[in-house]
C-alpha cells in the first residue's frame, strides 16, 4: 500500500461546479497536510496548509482533514478555467524533512 | 521575488553524458531538495540536504550526485545520463523543522536520447 493515495483523474467538470478532491494516508504521524496546484509545465505551487484535523476556507477553497479516517479533501467552489491543473496533497511529521506527496488528480474546468 | 531558481529549464543529452543541474533559493531556508517528476509516479525524492555541509538520500539516489556549495545553492549532477533519466526535476527549498512548507522551483526539463 502506498503511503499515500490520490485519485489521478482526470476530472473534467463544468465552469461553476463544485469540486472535491481527496487524499487518503497511512501514517498516522502526519501532522502537517498540504495542497500544491500545479500548471502544466510549471512547478507545483502552495495553495492550503492545515496543521492536524480541522477545516480551513482562503476564498473559493476550502482544506478538510480527518485524522481519524486518515483522509483529507479539497474543495474548490465556483470552478473557474484558471482552476484547471492537477493538484497534488502533501504531508509531512514531526520527525524531520520528510514530505510525502500523492501523485495527483489533474482537473478540468471547462468554460 | 525569484524564490527557487533552476537552471537549465531545458536539455536535451546523449546517453553517456554528463550534466549538472543548480538550483538556488533567496528565501534563507536551511533545507533543500531535489525531486524529479514521472507520469504516474508522482513526486520522488532523489537527494535533499538539511543545511549546509550535510546531503543525504532520498528514496531514488542512484546515477544522481549532489552538491549543497552553501546555503542558497544545492546542484545536482548525472555522471553518466541513462534514457531512464529522462524526466522533470524539481529543485525545492524548506525550512528545517517540522510544520514547516516546501517551496518548488519552476522544473527542468530533461530527455535522454
Known amino acids: 500500500q502506498k503511503e499515500v493515495e490520490q485519485d489521478p483523474g482526470p476530472l473534467s467538470v463544468p465552469e461553476g461546479a463544485i469540486v472535491s478532491l481527496n487524499c487518503t494516508y497511512s501514517?498516522?504521524?502526519?501532522?502537517?497536510f498540504m495542497w500544491y496546484r500545479q500548471y502544466s509545465r510549471k512547478g507545483p505551487e502552495l495553495l492550503m496548509y492545515?496543521?492536524?484535523?480541522g477545516n480551513k476556507e482562503d476564498g473559493r477553497f476550502t482544506a478538510q482533514v480527518d485524522k481519524s479516517s486518515k483522509y483529507i479533501s479539497l474543495f474548490i467552489r465556483d470552478s473557474q478555467p484558471s482552476d484547471s491543473a492537477t493538484y497534488l496533497c502533501?504531508?509531512?511529521?514531526?520527525?524531520?524533512?520528510?514530505?510525502?506527496f500523492g501523485p495527483g488528480t489533474r482537473l478540468s474546468a471547462l468554460p | 521575488n525569484a524564490g527557487v531558481t533552476q537552471t537549465p529549464k531545458f536539455q536535451v543529452l546523449k546517453t553517456g553524458q554528463s550534466m549538472t543541474l543548480q538550483c538556488a533559493q533567496d528565501?534563507?531556508?536551511?533545507?533543500m531538495y531535489w525531486y524529479r517528476q514521472d507520469p504516474g509516479m508522482g513526486l520522488r525524492l532523489i537527494y535533499y540536504?538539511?543545511?549546509?555541509?550535510?546531503?543525504d538520500k532520498g528514496e531514488v539516489p542512484n546515477g544522481y550526485n549532489v552538491s549543497r556549495l552553501n546555503k542558497r545553492e544545492f546542484s545536482l549532477r548525472l555522471e553518466s545520463a541513462a534514457p531512464s533519466q529522462t524526466s522533470v526535476y524539481f529543485c525545492?527549498?524548506?525550512?528545517?523543522?517540522?510544520?514547516?512548507?516546501?517551496?518548488f522551483g519552476e522544473g527542468s526539463w530533461l530527455t535522454v536520447v
Open positions: 540536504s538539511a543545511s549546509e555541509g550535510t546531503t
Open positions: 502533501a504531508m509531512s511529521g514531526n520527525y524531520g524533512q520528510n514530505f510525502v
Open positions: 525545492a527549498s524548506s525550512l528545517t523543522g517540522p510544520g514547516n512548507t516546501i517551496y
Open positions: 492545515t496543521y492536524s484535523s
Open positions: 501514517n498516522s504521524a502526519f501532522q502537517y
Open positions: 528565501m534563507n531556508h536551511n533545507s
